[in-house]
T-cell receptor, first 114, second 114 residues
């Protein structure tokens, strides 16, 4: 099973709302990632969790707050977002193998901030 | 600094014709290289990867890619394109000493003419 699942598929939120995006994998992967992707652009890395600890934060604004409750789950908590935060949010996971490490992506959550 | 260049923003080929998508990378060590495909509004699907060994790698959906160290290239090829191959294609290099971070190229949009 090489599936990464993400919920919800679509999310519309106001600038004062609080919402969360969820990601799950059951491949035994020890690294999980959040990416942001704007239209016609490549994904931009936001956060990396390695062995359930935050290992990379790409200078993401604090209105985005990641959480890794266990090795299979990854959340992204959203609060006081701006319209420019509207994008496709992708989750990915990987083994963290030193001999070569491919990332498997979920289908994404399409976020619209109004 | 590490970078990936995909020189062609948009390519149109006729169905049944051959395809080559170009990718050049800049990285000091031996790179881990990937090609991903993304259909509109979807996540990224891994087509193939190069970690070491044989420089010609086979992937899913009839794609292959050749790693050429002397040219810092990892071009993607397919002998006969199908209409369902129309999508965005991303080349990426894996920075394995940074917890699996991927550096993506800007992408090449493939259109297929009937």
């Amino acid at each position: 099973d090489t599936e990464v699942t993400q919920t919800p598929k679509h999310l519309v939120m106001g600038m004062t709302n609080k919402k969360s995006l969820k990601c799950e994998q059951h491949m035994g992967h020890r690294a999980m990632y959040w990416y942001k992707q704007k239209a016609k652009k490549p994904p931009e890395l936001m956060f990396v969790y390695s062995y359930e600890k935050l290992s990379i934060n790409e200078s993401v604004p604090s209105r985005f707050s990641p959480e890794c409750p266990n090795s299979s789950l990854l959340n992204l908590h959203l609060h006081a977002l701006q319209p420019e935060d509207s994008a496709l949010y992708l989750c990915a996971s990987s083994h963290l193998s030193t001999s070569g490490d491919e990332q498997y992506f979920g289908p994404g959550t399409r976020l619209t901030v109004t | 600094a590490q970078s990936v260049t995909q020189p062609d923003i948009h390519i149109t080929v006729s169905e049944g014709a051959s395809l080559e998508l170009r990718c050049n990378y800049s990285y000091g060590a031996t790179p881990y290289l990937f090609w991903y495909v993304q259909s509109p509004g979807q996540g990224l699907q891994l087509l193939l990867k190069y970690f070491s060994g044989d420089t010609l790698v086979q992937g899913i959906k009839g794609f292959e890619a050749e790693f050429k160290r002397s040219q810092s290239s990892f071009n993607l090829r397919k002998p006969s394109v199908h209409w369902s191959d129309a999508a965005e294609y991303f080349c990426a290099v894996g920075i394995n000493n940074q917890g699996g971070k991927l550096i993506f190229g800007q992408g090449t949009e493939l259109s297929v003419k009937p």
